[in-house]
């Protein structure tokens, strides 16, 4: 498996920080369109030790969702987005199918383990949701059906699935997050495990495949380690984190500090030969942090990245 990170603030410092802990790989927001912008980004990560795996967030596809006017010129961008990251070297994009909000909390800073501080969800307190993608934040759109959700994504896999083929790219999708069937008038697709068996079936491209994020599946009420292997080869790009609670109400807590068996987690990966990007997702704010990113500051994700390690070795020698 490729220990891989996202770096907030995206710095040379921490590039470096991440290097030394045995991190191998780092994940990129989309930097717009220019192949020289994401030339130089790749420079500056390889100057550190690292390799970029993945570009996610930020991606040019809240009008392809939605199937508006704006559905082909954002089909151009992203192709040409796939045929930048084959001549980069960049082998996943991580995208989600949420018409108009992303991924969306209700509480920033709930208390974990020791005062540190995490993000929560509670569906009736659903009029004061933040949408924590950048992307989101300001756009309003009408409802839209699960029917027009399914027929835009179609379209969307039609598009792109055989470009990155071609450009030996892999299309990832994230689960909705959290997983409800609407939100705020908006239906959602993505939100149980037969919807991502059916999103398998929509393509039996090699580029068609899963983003496994822990938290959200385990928001569905799942079992984590079957429906990994339930999944199987499908799954190309893990998030690995754990929640407490239920879709409709739920807190992020520390990887060692949830729920989920995280030991059998991993070894479910290693059993269906998964070596692709693993990346501890949404990490508690420790202390000097408190104003730093929600679930994307460092301190964090160093004791994650040790504690996910350890898994791994434990698992190779059991």
């Known amino acids: 498996m490729q220990l891989t990170s996202v770096v907030t603030p995206f710095t ?24 020289e912008k994401l030339q130089s980004i790749q420079e500056q990560v390889t100057a550190c ?16 969702k939605l199937g508006n006017e704006q559905f082909a010129e954002e089909i151009r961008e992203m192709k040409a987005l796939l045929q930048n990251m084959q001549q980069t070297g960049i082998p996943y994009i991580c995208y989600n199918f949420m018409a ?6 209700t509480e920033l800073k709930a208390p974990e383990r020791g005062g540190a501080l995490v993000t ?10 933040v949408s924590l993608s950048q992307t989101t934040q300001q756009q309003q759109t009408e409802p839209i059906s699960a029917e027009k959700l399914w027929q835009n994504l179609e379209r969307f896999l039609q598009e792109l699935l055989p470009v990155a083929e071609a450009c030996n790219v892999t299309l990832a999708m994230h689960p909705d997050d959290p997983p409800l069937e609407t939100f705020m008038g908006k239906t959602r697709i993505m939100n149980s495990v037969e919807s991502f068996e059916r999103l398998m079936k929509l393509s039996s491209s090699p580029a068609n495949g899963i983003c496994f994020c822990q938290g959200t599946f385990a928001e569905m009420g799942v079992d984590i380690p079957a429906t990994i292997e339930r999944l199987g080869s499908h799954i190309r790009y893990v998030h690995f984190r754990d929640i407490r609670g239920t879709r409709e109400r739920f807190v992020e807590t520390f990887h060692d500090n949830g729920p989920t ?6 070894k479910a990966y290693q059993k269906i030969g998964f070596t692709g990007p693993i990346r501890p997702d949404h990490v508690p704010q420790l202390v000097g942090e408190e104003t730093g990113e929600p679930g994307y500051t460092m301190l964090g994700r160093l004791h994650a990245f040790g504690y996910l390690q350890g898994l791994i070795e434990g698992a190779q020698k059991s």
Do not use: C
């Not at 108009?100 to 909390?105: E, I, L, P």
């Not at 929560?120 to 949701?129: H, K, L, R, S, Y």
């Not at 068996?261 to 991993?266: G, T």
């Open 12 to 35: 040379d410092d921490n590039l470096k920080l991440l290097s030394q802990i045995g991190v191998t790989h780092v994940t990129i927001r989309y930097p717009g369109p220019a192949l």
């Open 49 to 64: 030790g690292l390799q970029i795996a993945a570009i996610e967030g930020y991606l040019p596809i809240e009008n392809i």
């Open 120 to 129: 929560g969800f509670d569906v009736e307190q659903a009029a004061q949701a």
């Open 261 to 266: 068996d995280m030991f059998a987690a991993v």
């Open 100 to 105: 108009g909000t992303d991924w969306v909390r």
